[in-house]
Every structure is written in structure tokens, then in C-alpha cells.
């Protein structure tokens, strides 16, 4: 490379018309891929055809895919070029039970998918070798943090992917974030007995977790703005002639800073003692998902981002706090510089995770924006292998473990 052209305003304004020339060629595989995605719905580890679907259209534009990446049947990683600087687009492509893509996984699939394409035959002269992640169980199971500590991502110097939110959101990621979660399962054990013969030699166990709930309940008054509690209840009981001696509780927290969300646990764990120590019931916790972590969004990739949305016309206003959400992309974060931004689709007023906002991620006005996204998404990676300062950070960021 040679760094006296590497800021050039000519340079670069040839770049990115080559980018979206790439865009352009790809763009109906790419759009036949996310409506698939959309069509067919596969669950966090079940996403089987959609991962094979992702896969295929990689290995068409030319990069050498590895499948079951970190003993993840659903896991790919897809590669090309051999820079000194290694660049991951992260792509997902898991969906919700019952609702579909009510997240819009198959938008970031094709976004991270549309910019990989578009980016593959530039790598060499960018100096980087660029990884396609596919990183599944986004919504439930945390693929990424599952991947990160298997090495998925070792070497990697940035990473980058896009999310759909709402109509009105702003595309500047600047100062966004997204909470930490942890999930578990509260098991409350009594003792069964004949519900109308001998109920008082019963221990209740859907007594215990019924309290849990209006414990939790109680605590929404006390706690944070910022701060979410959600349960419910898996299980308590089988028919209402036996004393159930067994209730299943799964429950999640969430917050901002890993402090504040460590201080939330306790609280509702005691919510779930007291319920037991009422009842006479015993009490297990056990974890179920990796620990997703706050989101942490590079400046100077959020810079780059913004930049190229602009360029489309898209508001790239000081955005304002995110109001909740989380992400195994924070794991990510919290490592490796990230970006993470927001893909606002036109015409989408209600909420995501709900029948409406799935229904919108399947529309000619999300395609638009995938598309526009991914070509926002490959000049932001095109001026951060070019920018020699940033370059030299993101090399020096390189992910090691341990």
C-alpha cells in the first residue's frame, strides 16, 4: 500500500463508487438470500438451512468458508485476502419462537453478507484480510460469546455488523449503547401430595413461584429506570389434584454497566429466596446463557459510518440513549474496537420482537436500507484499513486471548 494516497479525497471517492458498483452486482443474490432468510425462520442453534443458504453466496463471491466454527454446528467462517490487518463483518441469522424474524436477522445477514461481497475483490490492494463471522443464537444461546472464547475472533483487529430498530432512530451510533444481560433458571422443589385428601402434607412449589413473581413485581418500584426484570414461569405442576412439587422460573436481568447488573441480580435473587423460605420449598439458580455484555461503540468507526449514511440521506442526527436491548456484540465489544449501529426502518412504528415489526423487515423500504447499510458498512471498513493512524490502531487491537 502506499500511504501518500491512502486520505486522498480522489482516492477515496473512487473507492467508494467501486463499493457500490459491488453492492449494485450483488444485490439480488443478497436480496433473494434475506427474503429466504425471512421466509424460512430457524431457531438460536437450529439455523441449519439459513446457515448453509449464507455459505453458499460467500463461497460464490470467492472466500474460503470453514463450517462449525467452535464446534458450533451453525457456525461459518468465511475468509479472503491475507492483509496484516483482519477485519470480521459478524453476520446473524437466528430468529424468535412464534414470531419469526421480529428482529430482523435476515437484514443484518444480508447487510454483513452484502458488504463482504463488495469488499472481496478490493482486499489485497486495502491490505486486510476480511472474515464473513457467521455467529448464530443471537436472541437466545450467545453465539458470539461462545465463539470469542473458542477463537473464532483471535487476530481480528475490528468488527463490525448493523441492527434494525424502529422508524425514527437515528443511523449515529455515537454514544449508543446496549445493556448487559444475564439469564438463569430458578428451580423451586417441595413436595407433592393428594391436593384435596392430605394438602397439608404437600410442600407447594408453584406457591413458591408465584411469590418469585409478585416479589419481582414489587421490586420494578424500586429499581432504576434503566434497569428490566422479566421472568416467567416454565413450569408448576402438572394437574390440580397433586400438590406440585416442582416450579420452574426463568428470569433475565438487565442493565447498562456490569456493576449495576450485578447489584440487580442480587436483588432479584432474594426475591426468589424469600418466595422459598415463605414456602419451605429448596431453592436452585442455575446460568443458561452465556452473560452478554454492554455494548461498546469505536468513535472513529461510528465516524466513518455516519459519514456514508449521510451520503444516502438518512438522519445521522446526535443520537439519544438506547432505552434497552442487548447484544452478544457487546462481548465482542468489550475486546475488539466495534461498531454496532442502528438500521432504522422507514415506516416501522411498533416494537420490535412483535408480529408488525416482522411483517416490516420483509418490505421493499427494509431491502432499501439493508442494502444502503451494507454499502455504509463497506466504507467504513474501506477508511479504516486506509486511515494509516487507525490502521495502526485497529492492528495493535488485534484479539488475543489470555
Known amino acids: ?105 435476515n437484514l443484518i445477514a444480508g447487510a454483513s453478507v452484502a458488504a463482504a461481497l463488495a469488499l472481496a475483490p478490493h482486499v489485497d490492494r486495502l491490505g486486510i484480510t476480511l472474515k464473513a463471522i457467521g455467529t448464530p443464537a443471537e436472541e437466545h444461546g450467545g453465539g458470539k460469546a461462545i465463539m470469542l472464547e473458542a477463537g473464532a475472533f483471535d487476530g481480528v483487529g475490528l468488527a463490525i455488523m448493523v441492527h434494525p430498530v424502529q422508524d425514527g432512530i437515528t443511523y449515529n451510533p455515537t454514544g449508543t449503547t446496549a445493556q448487559a444481560v444475564g439469564r438463569y433458571r430458578a428451580t423451586f422443589t417441595g413436595k407433592a401430595a393428594h391436593a384435596a385428601a392430605a394438602p397439608h402434607q404437600g410442600i407447594n412449589a408453584a406457591d413458591a413461584a408465584t411469590l418469585s413473581q409478585v416479589a419481582i413485581g414489587l421490586l420494578r418500584q424500586q429499581i432504576p429506570d434503566d434497569h428490566r426484570v422479566a421472568s416467567y414461569i416454565a413450569e408448576a405442576g402438572q394437574v390440580t389434584n397433586i400438590i406440585a412439587e416442582k416450579a420452574v422460573v426463568e428470569f433475565e436481568c438487565r442493565a447498562f454497566t456490569l456493576p449495576e447488573y450485578e447489584s440487580l441480580l442480587v436483588r432479584v435473587k432474594r426475591c426468589f429466596e424469600g418466595s422459598a423460605l415463605s414456602t419451605g420449598t429448596s431453592l436452585e439458580f442455575e446460568s443458561t446463557e452465556p452473560l452478554y455484555e454492554p455494548l461498546l461503540q469505536d468513535d472513529s468507526l461510528a465516524s466513518y459510518w455516519t459519514a456514508a449514511m449521510d451520503s444516502f440521506g438518512r438522519d445521522t442526527s446526535p443520537a439519544a440513549k438506547m432505552g434497552g436491548g442487548s447484544t452478544d456484540m457487546g462481548n465482542i465489544s468489550q475486546v475488539i474496537p466495534s461498531l454496532h449501529p442502528w438500521l432504522s426502518i422507514p415506516g416501522a412504528n411498533v416494537p420490535i420482537h412483535s408480529h408488525d415489526f416482522a411483517a416490516l423487515a420483509d418490505t421493499p423500504d427494509a431491502y432499501k436500507v439493508m442494502l444502503e447499510a451494507g454499502t455504509a458498512l463497506a466504507r467504513t471498513i474501506r477508511d479504516a484499513a486506509t486511515s494509516p493512524a487507525e490502521r495502526a490502531r485497529f492492528m495493535a487491537a488485534a484479539y488475543r486471548r489470555g
Not at 467508494?16 to 421466509?39: F, K, M, N, T
Request: with cysteine; charged share 20%.
Open 1 to 105: 500500500m502506499n500511504n501518500d494516497t491512502l486520505n486522498n479525497d480522489e482516492r477515496a471517492g473512487e473507492d467508494y463508487a467501486a463499493l457500490a458498483a459491488g453492492i449494485d452486482e450483488w444485490s439480488e443474490p443478497v436480496l433473494g438470500l434475506a427474503r429466504s432468510l425471512h421466509a424460512h425462520p430457524e431457531l438460536s442453534f437450529e439455523e441449519v438451512e439459513s446457515a448453509k443458504a449464507i455459505v453458499a453466496l460467500l463461497e460464490r463471491g470467492g472466500f474460503e468458508v470453514e463450517t462449525g466454527t467452535s464446534g458450533l454446528a451453525t457456525a461459518f467462517s468465511a475468509s479472503v485476502g491475507s492483509g496484516d490487518l483482519t477485519v470480521a463483518l459478524c453476520v446473524e441469522y437466528d430468529a424468535l419462537p412464534g414470531i419469526g424474524h421480529a428482529c430482523g436477522h
